[in-house]
């Protein structure tokens, strides 16, 4: 229990000055209060709301890193209702969607490199940069956007706002930790949200792989397990690779899953570890009862076939050929990261153009062309689905693709 009021000098914060998505933070209070709530209606309504201000479609704002110490209070504190929740807002608020990230962790060296770049940039060498990327080699679609956004472009705003997304990061990491204590507690679904946002901390790696290692040797829960497995690799955790040998050769589905992730993570790879991945990447396993795997929201196989497309060059056919399959067994949201994933390992040159004839693309290439044209209209209405379409030079509209691959008409 934590002593006093997990909520102490929340009023003295200047709301009223900090902006968040919908523009000054009056509201931040009262939300943060809500997760307390008797009422489980009013907590959802609150933590959607943050969600949706604080945290916008993967932005993070300027109230965010004031937001963060209460949080991490409520989220240590026994009398709060979900406190699993308010740890997986808090590792949104560092990193914003994991899928940024993976499979290869948070660059936070790179990220702090990229803002003290951006920072002693002038404007005018800011603009050039723009300049060389208004490129002529994109179609006119992709050229009237970054037309837009060139137009848009305020250097002041793009470096405040990329203030906000490193303080509130590193305000996250001022809470690890007290937070990694959460992954001994009692409540499994605490347990799980605790694994999961230690994963994004390398600069508290140290500690962190220890509390993990130790979580380990008594889990019994095999969600947890696994996600502990795949935190302490992003984390850099050299000590798991035997370990991990034994699960990738166990009879256990997730934690073979889990194991052959972390081991590629690690560069320990080998033909077991990429048949593994291979096998996921069309037949990811079930998940068992209990707290499910954290990352990319528990996808399985998008992981799984992330994990090979970064491997691009080092994949042999057969995995290839898993992967298109994964791909056709997938629909709508979960079509992104394959498509995106398939396209980088049949086209590891980059997108094609100009676009060659269908006969004169190589085989992998023509299976997976047809299998993105045969994926089901409800994938295709999706504008970020055509986008990767777009962004790989191939046609962005079904039709256009079905004849492209020489298809039918879909019925």
Request: aromatic content about 8%.
């Amino acid at each position: 229990m934590i002593d006093g009021d997990v909520l102490e000098g929340l009023d003295a914060v200047r709301w009223a000055e900090l902006r968040h998505a919908y523009g000054f933070a009056e509201d931040v209070p009262g939300l943060l209060r809500a997760l307390r709530s008797d009422s489980s209606d009013e907590r959802e309504r609150a933590l959607g709301e943050l969600y949706g201000n604080i945290f916008h479609q993967g932005n993070r704002y300027e109230a965010a890193a004031y937001a963060v110490p209460f949080l991490a209070r409520l989220a240590l504190d026994p009398a709060t209702p979900e406190r699993a929740e308010v740890v997986y807002l808090l590792a949104a608020l560092a990193i914003g969607y994991d899928e940024s990230h993976l499979p290869a962790g948070v660059d936070v060296t790179g990220w702090r490199a990229q803002l003290e770049r951006v920072r002693s940039m002038e404007p005018e060498d800011q603009r050039r940069e723009l300049d060389r990327w208004m490129v002529p080699d994109v179609d006119e679609e992709e050229r009237r956007d970054r037309i837009a956004r060139w137009a848009m472009y305020d250097p002041a705003e793009v470096l405040r706002s990329m203030h906000a997304q490193l303080d509130v990061y590193d305000a996250v990491r001022a809470e690890v930790p007290e937070l990694r204590g959460l992954v001994a507690h009692g409540a499994p679904e605490i347990r799980a949200a605790a694994v999961y946002l230690l994963a994004w901390f390398p600069e508290e790696a140290a500690a962190s792989t220890v509390a993990l290692r130790e979580l380990l040797q008594g889990e019994t829960v095999t969600g947890i397990t696994a996600g502990a497995i795949v935190s302490a690799a992003l984390l850099s955790d050299q000590e798991l690779v035997p370990r991990l040998r034994e699960h990738l050769a166990g009879s256990e589905p997730l934690l073979r899953w889990a194991a052959a992730v972390a081991l590629a993570r690690l560069d320990v790879l080998d033909s077991a570890v990429i048949e593994a991945l291979a096998a996921a990447s069309a037949d990811p396993p079930e998940p068992g009862p209990g707290p499910q795997v954290g990352f990319l929201q528990g996808d399985l196989r998008a992981y799984a076939t992330q994990t090979l497309a970064a491997l691009a060059g080092r994949v042999p056919q057969a995995a290839v050929d898993a992967v298109l399959t994964g791909l056709s067994r997938s629909s709508e949201v979960a079509a992104f990261a394959m498509a995106e994933a398939a396209l980088r390992l049949t086209f590891p040159a980059g997108a094609l153009s100009p676009l060659p004839p269908f006969e004169e693309l190589t085989e992998p290439q023509r299976r997976v062309v047809r299998v993105l044209a045969e994926l089901g209209p409800e994938t295709w209405r999706w504008v970020n689905f055509t986008s990767i379409m777009r962004d790989w030079n191939l046609p962005a509209e079904q039709p256009e693709c079905r004849a492209y691959a020489g298809l039918d008409a879909p019925n």
